[in-house]
């Protein structure tokens, strides 16, 4: 698949054809913000593979492909489909900060022999490099995690060559906690048990309130 996305230039002042189109702009350090409108369908299929830790071309009409990110994706609140598009041009020899997903992978003695959970803390990170460097995804082995005690953190992180990450190198990205004791798991249950005669809903405590009302209007004639 061509990791290039064609555009073409947009008046500002024009709704983009949601069937078809979605609006968008492109900026850089130091570039004008520009209106364009790309072919949804051809979006979509490009975003699943880049998503927004990718580097892809962007191609406004005749003129020549540019280096671009998916920076900021507006969505439709009822049916999630994208209506605007932030495009950021990368320039090759500057250094950026992207935020890029982390992939678990491997197997846990932890999990798999002594019964834990896996607890993902963290989900993505954020990284430096120049462009050329950025990577699509950090894979995170935790195969490493074989006892209760042990933790990956960003810091033991295994990054590609010439990126680091921003994060705060001694925070937990996963580990793995013990099973509840059997004094863990009743305490747990009990807490979770609820007195249902106890609990009135909103419209059974008007009607009471009504009814209350009604009696003492009564007895006050």
Excluded at 41 to 58: I, T
Excluded at 140 to 147: H, K, P, S
């Amino acid at each position: 698949m061509s990791m290039n996305l064609s555009a073409v230039l947009r008046d500002p002042k024009v709704k983009a054809d949601r069937q078809t189109q979605i609006a968008a702009v492109v900026y850089g350090h130091g570039l004008p913000s520009r209106s364009l409108t790309v072919v949804r369908g051809e979006f979509a299929r490009l975003y699943r593979q880049v998503g927004q830790s990718s580097l892809f071309d962007l191609t406004v009409g005749g003129e020549s492909p540019v280096k671009v990110l998916v920076h900021d994706i507006q969505v439709d609140p009822v049916n999630m489909d994208p209506i605007h598009i932030d495009f950021r041009q990368i320039r090759m020899d500057e250094a950026i900060k992207v935020t890029v997903p982390l992939v678990f992978t491997g197997e846990s003695l932890a999990v798999k022999g002594l019964g834990g959970t896996l607890v993902k803390s963290l989900d993505q990170i954020e990284v430096e490099c120049l462009p050329g460097n950025l990577p699509h995804e950090i894979v995170v082995d935790i195969g490493v995690l074989a006892t209760f005690d042990d933790s990956i953190t960003v810091g033991s992180l295994k990054m590609p060559e010439g990126v680091k990450a921003t994060n705060d190198p001694h925070a937990t990205v996963a580990s793995v906690e013990p099973p509840l004791t059997e004094d863990q798991l009743k305490k747990l249950e009990a807490e979770e048990k609820v007195d249902v005669t106890a609990i009135k809903t909103e419209a059974e405590e008007k009607k009471e309130k009504e009814a209350t009302e009604k009696v003492a209007e009564e007895e006050a004639k």
